[in-house]
């Protein structure tokens, strides 16, 4: 676990400079995104929405392809990650959440232990939640338990296979190392830290337009990395929605793929919010907008 945690934050590090002298070609940026795009979504969409919240149904093709792309984010096993997940939100903020930036308290010291614990430092602890208890499904989906055995190959992939390409499209080995670097090492990294800051900064910084029970927050500066993810507070508030970005001019790409699959009849039974029960969370905070989208 150190490996994946410490590693990608050193090669965060010294990305910059890499890239000013050498070493990022428009191969590497491609890939990075494509990358991006896969395992990102499949996180959101798939270990998210689908599987922690059910907030539509999915055809098995689908499923299937979801995990295996939320399993290239190595963020771990669907079965661990829903597990962490819905704990969070039966705990949100409170005893026994496994990464509440709240834990040790309100004064600024306390607060900036929580936001370090919040962000990185609860996955170090390996306090593993129960998975028979807050992901009884998962385990007994045959095909994401399959998945889940095959997360150690699929996280080699996910490295690797950035490094075969531009090995073998710039016929070098220096081709394969730069795509290893930057669209293997480096676009896991960007997606860690986008996904832990939802987990840290979203119940710290940011407006709180909806009633809740914890304190999570909408932060618009990650909407876009984190695929609507950072719309947090709208999210407790209504976690089962397949849509987190409801209030106007908030961008959500997440709910927007999950409209185009529902387009295609690839997935179902969509639980897109509801405007009377936003409108019943809706407080009364003045500059807050009055309506939500539906």
């Known amino acids: 676990m150190w490996t994946f945690v410490v590693g990608p934050m050193i090669c965060l590090i010294i990305a910059v400079p890499l890239a000013w002298g050498w070493g990022l070609s428009a191969l590497d940026i491609g890939m990075a995104v494509v990358a991006y795009l896969v395992s990102g979504f499949g996180l959101t969409v798939g ?9 539509f149904k999915a055809r098995r093709g689908l499923r299937i392809a979801l995990a295996v792309a939320g399993s290239l984010g190595v963020e771990g096993s669907p079965v661990q990650w829903v597990a962490n997940h819905r704990r969070h939100h039966a705990f949100a903020d409170r005893e026994g959440d496994p990464h509440s930036p709240w834990r040790y308290g309100t004064d600024v010291r306390a607060l900036l232990k929580g936001l370090l614990h919040a962000h990185i430092g609860w996955m170090l602890k390996r306090e593993l939640s129960n998975r028979a208890r807050f992901a009884p499904d998962i385990a007994a989906d045959p095909d994401l338990r399959l998945i889940g055995q095959l997360f150690g190959p699929l996280t080699a992939v996910s490295l690797l296979a950035p490094a075969l390409v531009g090995g073998l499209v710039t016929g070098t080995w220096t081709g394969a190392l730069t795509g290893f ?10 997606l860690h830290h986008v996904t832990w800051s939802v987990n840290s900064i979203c119940h710290v910084a940011g407006r709180r337009p909806f009633a809740s029970r914890d304190k999570a927050t909408n932060f618009w500066p990650l909407a876009l990395l984190s695929f609507g993810e950072s719309w947090h507070n709208s999210h407790h508030a209504d976690p089962t929605a397949a849509r987190h970005g409801v209030l106007p001019g908030q961008l959500d790409p997440s709910a927007r793929l999950i409209w185009v699959f529902e387009k295609l009849r690839w997935v179902h039974d969509v639980r897109w919010p509801s405007s009377e029960r936003l409108s019943a969370r809706l407080l009364p905070t003045p500059g807050t907008p009055n309506e939500s989208t539906g």
């Open 47 to 55: 270990y998210h929405r689908l599987f922690t919240h059910r907030s």
């Open 181 to 190: 670097f930057w669209a293997g090492l480096i676009r896991m990294a960007l």
